[in-house]
């Protein structure tokens, strides 16, 4: 069964500090890989997906397809990073299916 | 309009009533999506998916909520017989095909409050 796991609800750091937001996925096709981020008070948005190669606001996520992984990370935290976000897998190009999310807390 | 709109941006209701939530995509956009947000469980995502058909292709098993789309652009998400459990944030997105990805434009979402 297709499956995207975040196994942290809350990650808490401080600026500056690096972060690491994780998200293992379950899919026995070629997977193609989100992350959306939902700041507070404003809508669900597209942070980066894979196929890009991008880095975005300083954050960048690799896939792993041996460890069936796609961490997001940045290396240097800042405050306005705090979020929730959200670790996504397109199945079928027809439906995505969402992790659970994490809330990122940069504190200052 | 340029984005995602959905209406009523709150909505209350009594156990049991059935309710009604509206979502404006964008042009073009062959394919809506209804997602749940349940803040109180961990910030679930709850999927639920729906191509260019009338009716929903997928969707939660108890069968109390459905999807229509009487225009290509307007999805309503209906649940009938509302729990308390149903108290969420009702999140409608439409996907854009961008070279290949199936990328998603959110609306703001419709907090539905069952009493």
């Known amino acids: 069964a297709q499956r995207v796991t975040q196994p942290e609800k809350l990650l808490s750091v401080f600026k500056g500090a690096p972060v690491e937001l994780k998200c293992n996925y379950s899919y026995s096709g070629s997977p193609e890989l989100f992350w959306y981020v939902q700041y507070s008070r404003q809508r669900l948005q597209l942070l980066l997906r894979h196929i890009s190669r991008e880095s975005i606001k300083g954050f960048t996520a690799d896939l792993n397809k041996g460890e069936t992984s796609f961490h997001l990370k940045k290396p240097f935290a800042q405050e306005e990073d705090s979020a929730m976000y959200y670790c996504?897998?397109?199945?079928?190009?027809?439906?995505?299916?969402f992790g659970t999310g994490t809330r990122l807390q940069v504190f200052p | 309009g340029a984005g995602v709109s959905q209406s009523p941006r709150y909505k209350v209701a009594k156990r049991g009533r059935d309710v009604a939530l509206r979502c404006d995509s964008i042009s073009g956009h062959v394919t809506l999506y209804w997602y749940r947000q349940t803040l109180g469980q961990g910030s679930e995502v709850l999927t639920y998916s729906q191509s260019d058909a009338q009716r929903d292709k997928s969707g939660r098993p108890s069968g109390r909520f459905s999807a229509e789309r009487p225009e290509r652009s307007v999805s309503t998400l209906k649940i009938q017989r509302t729990e308390q459990g149903d108290s969420a944030v009702y999140l409608c997105?439409?996907?854009?095909?961008?070279?290949?990805?199936?990328?998603?434009?959110f609306g703001a979402g419709s907090r539905l409050t069952v009493l």
């Open positions: 997105a439409s996907s854009s095909q961008d070279g290949g990805a199936n990328v998603l434009t």
């Open positions: 996504a897998l397109n199945i079928n190009t027809d439906k995505l299916i």
